[in-house]
Every structure is written in C-alpha cells, then in structure tokens.
C-alpha cells in the first residue's frame, strides 16, 4: 500500500527486504534528553533503561501506591475497552472534564475524559481497526501502573491523517502526558507534526516513535524528528530484524528493542501476538513509564 504524502501507517508486520548490517546501541547511552523544566521528576534519576531492562521481575510489581500516574499518550486507532477491562482500568482520566455533555475542560472538546477520537471528532475512541488495543496491551503489559491517555488518529484502515497527529500531540501536551507513543510511520514529513513534536520536547515529554518495518536505513517520520526516540525491532535474543528501519543506529536516539512476537490484546476480545517496529516502539514507552515511575518514586 502507498503512503499518501498527509497520512502516516500503522507499523504492525514486518517486510523482509532490507539486507542493513545492524548495530546494537548501548543501553547505558540512553536518557531521556526532553528539556524537562516544569517536569522535574523527568531529571537526575539514578535509574536507567539498562538497569530497567535487566530487571524485569521488578518491573513486572510495580504498581503505584500513590502520587500522580505516569501518562502514557497513545496516538493510535483507539482502545478496544469493552471486550478488555485491563484496558479500561488503565485509562487516564481527565481530572478537568465530567461526564455531563458540557465543555468543562473549555478546550473545544465536550467530555473528553479518557481522550478524544481525532477521526470522528467525538469522546469515544473505540479501537476499529485493532492496532491501538495491541499497542495499548503492550505498554500496559511492560508497565502496569501507567495510564493510557487515548488518542484515536487512526481510521478503521490503519492510516492516520497528519492533521489528527499534530491536534492529538498538542493535546497530549495540554494535558500534561509524560509520554507521547507514536506506533506509525509516513516516508514523508509534515511541517505541523514537527512543530507539535517539537513543543512536546520543549515541554519535557518523552517522544516515541516506530522506526517503520521497510528496511530502510533511516528511520520513518515522525521517528527521524531530532529529539524523537525511534523505537527499531529485534527478536527476542536482541538479534535485529532486517525490516526494521535504521538499523545503524547512528542516531543517539534510535533504540533496538525487543519487537517481534510480543503478546498483545486483540480488538474483539482475547490474546494474539504482534511483530513490527510499532510493537517496538510500544515496549520501548512502557520501558520509559517505568523509568518516569522509578524517578518518582525515589524522591
Ligand atoms: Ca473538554
Ligand atoms: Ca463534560
């Protein structure tokens, strides 16, 4: 399928065509580097992805006792909560805004609680297409304390208008997200993403992004904006997959994680797996909500 040149895709499935020599970045490089001034419980963590990943027995109990949740944003097709309560009860919830048909929060947007669904401009952002709730599983299965703020880009076809993008990151940011995941992919950029993408940074949100399942030796947009971490796919055994976008690893930012045959929740009800840079990328921000969790949580 073609990339119209304002939609990005969904970045489920890989493509075996890429021959790229690949190289592991080191876990110890990688920081969260977003300027984070208001955000002070983003800096001077003694924790790092390195130790995270080595622990999964720790990661796998954190639940959190108290304080403010980390906030995972997912831009994706939606969440499928009807058939998966896990999903629901990891939903984020709009402390400025009630169920009442009124615009409380005044952002243009009535009752928009748990997110808001870009595509048909309403509260309910359903999963119609099965990626989101697959993401959503994900993040949730690598970090069972965070809230999903859910933001629906994605049509029932997988593809999701630049315009929704850039209007659902600024919301994110409006809404004091702690991280922004971006489980898609476009070969071409967009003027307006990049500038949400950039007041995200500014703000001190962590940006994901799926580094895109083409073999290309760089990463897709939004994953090659400065500042972006670009999420690539290995197996299990850490080995990368030859579809996995940017491979080099030349980029301080691109990260080699684990994106192949990961357990994920299916739209509809019960489990599957999923393979592909987004699944990567959605491992790589509930690694992220840990750390932000870590963070806090040692203060
Ligand atoms: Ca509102
Ligand atoms: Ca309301």
Same mark, same amino acid.
């Given at each position: 399928m073609g990339l119209?040149? =304002?939609?990005? @895709? =969904?970045?489920?499935?890989?493509?075996?065509?890429?021959?790229?020599q690949w190289l592991s970045n080191s876990w110890s490089e990688l920081q969260p580097s977003g300027k984070a001034k208001r955000r002070r419980r983003h800096q001077g963590s003694s924790a790092s992805l390195a130790e995270l990943a080595q622990q999964p027995a720790r990661l796998k109990n954190l639940v959190a006792p108290g304080g403010p949740p980390i906030v995972v944003a997912l831009l994706d097709s939606g969440i499928d909560t009807d058939h998966h309560q896990s999903l629901s009860n990891s939903l984020?919830?709009? *402390?400025?805004? *009630?169920a009442d048909g009124i615009d409380n929060s005044k952002n243009g947007m009535i009752d928009d609680i748990t997110g808001w669904n870009f595509v048909g401009n309403n509260p309910w952002a359903n999963d119609d297409?099965? +990626?989101?709730?697959m993401?959503? =599983?994900?993040?949730?299965?690598?970090?069972?304390?965070? @809230?999903?703020?859910?933001?629906?880009?994605m049509d029932a076809n997988g593809t999701a208008n630049m315009r929704y993008i850039s209007a659902?990151?600024?919301?994110a940011v409006e809404n004091d997200a702690d991280v922004i995941n971006l489980s898609l992919g476009a070969r071409s950029s967009d003027a307006s993403v990049t500038r949400a993408i950039e007041k995200?940074?500014?703000?001190?949100?962590?940006?994901?992004?799926? *580094? #895109?399942?083409? #073999? #290309?030796?760089k990463s897709l947009f939004p994953a090659n904006v400065p500042g972006v971490w670009s999420a690539g796919a290995t197996d299990r055994k850490g080995n990368i997959k030859e579809w996995s976008n940017g491979g080099q690893g030349k980029g301080p930012q691109h990260v080699l994680? +684990? #994106?192949?045959?990961?357990?994920?929740?299916k739209?509809?009800?019960?489990?599957? +797996?999923?393979?592909?840079?987004?699944?990567a990328a959605a491992h790589l921000s509930g690694l992220f909500a840990n750390l932000l969790y870590l963070q806090q949580n040692q203060r």
């Open positions: 119209a040149e =304002s939609t990005a @895709r =969904s970045q489920a499935g890989g493509l075996a065509d890429g021959t790229t984020w919830n709009n *402390s400025k805004e *009630s297409e099965g +990626h989101g709730t993401m959503a =599983s994900i993040i949730t299965r690598q970090a069972p304390m965070v @809230r999903l703020m859910n933001l629906k880009v659902a990151i600024d919301y995200a940074l500014e703000a001190g949100v962590i940006v994901v992004a799926a *580094s #895109g399942n083409n #073999g #290309g030796k994680i +684990h #994106g192949t045959k990961l357990k994920a929740l739209m509809g009800g019960g489990n599957g +797996h999923t393979t592909g840079t987004s699944a």
